[in-house]
């Protein structure tokens, strides 16, 4: 049994993740969570890279950078300029650490009263065209794929789906992303109804690439993802790991 730690742009938790899957007799596969520069939302995981000097890890310290920034610059917009209750301090208490996000915002708007829930927040203020949005830095695709393989680390497509592509653009877009150095897309996804996967994995194939999957477990923030089993029909099978890890450099 094995569970993944990808934070979005920071490597920061793997240390006690590492620990307590040992104590659980978990193995633990490290790794990030990047974004990209496209028109939709493209995300690409990047599995088996470690905290410590490389390439992707200095460019993960100039992406927290940009990220306290635009933190700042939320929290700014959302109390100054729409008058809401919220402070900077607030959201970072409300992470409890790094890597605050959008969703710690959201949750103290909840908290405030503001909006009754998470998605609401998301919907009324944060989303991206939303009046408390503020964009953030990415990645363009062959930087993230490019980086993840010097710094020895296979990455994978996340959520393919959100790139919102028709069939046929999101067939194109995932080998032009094989040619540039993709290991993998992830097909059994948290979200996603069976026919999807099985499209997907079919796709994934296609293209020579491993049809990987994963819950996207964000805690309170998407209650209906469990870790290792999404809504409860998640399956990851045990082989689409070993391929995996047969694609690192």
């Known amino acids: 049994m094995a569970v993944a730690l990808t934070d979005h742009d920071r490597l920061d938790g793997l240390a006690d993740a590492a620990a307590a899957a040992g104590r659980a007799g978990v193995e633990l596969v490290p790794g990030c969570e990047l974004s990209c520069e496209h028109p939709g939302t493209m995300h690409v995981l990047v599995y088996f890279v470690e905290a410590g000097d490389g390439p ?22 959302l109390s100054t300029e729409l008058g809401l209750p919220v402070t900077l301090e607030e959201i970072e208490a409300e992470a409890g650490g790094p890597g605050v996000g959008r969703p710690h915002v959201a949750a103290v708007l909840v908290r405030k009263g503001v909006v009754g829930s998470v998605q609401e927040a998301f919907d009324r203020y944060l989303a ?15 930087d993230a794929l490019r980086l993840a393989r010097q710094s020895g680390g ?4 996340a959520h ?12 194109r877009a995932i080998g032009e992303l094989a040619q540039l150095g993709l ?6 996804y948290g979200r996603y109804s069976p026919e999807d996967r099985d499209g997907l994995v079919a ?5 020579g690439l491993v049809a990987t999957g994963g819950s996207d477990h964000h805690g309170t923030y ?6 290792g089993v999404g809504r409860g029909d998640l399956d990851v099978p045990d082989a689409a790991l070993e391929a995996l890890r047969s694609r690192r450099p």
């Open 154 to 157: 296979v990455p994978v497509l």
């Open 222 to 227: 998407k209650p209906d993802l469990r870790v």
């Open 128 to 142: 991206k065209g939303q009046a408390g949005y503020v964009d953030k830095e990415r990645l363009e695709p062959e």
């Open 203 to 207: 796709l994934a194939a296609s293209h």
């Open 56 to 77: 992707l890890q200095r460019e993960l310290g100039r992406l927290q950078r940009a990220r306290d920034e635009r933190n700042r610059r939320m929290a700014d917009k």
């Open 160 to 171: 393919p789906l959100s790139l919102d592509l028709t069939p046929d653009d999101l067939d």
């Open 183 to 188: 290991g993998g897309v992830e097909a059994v």
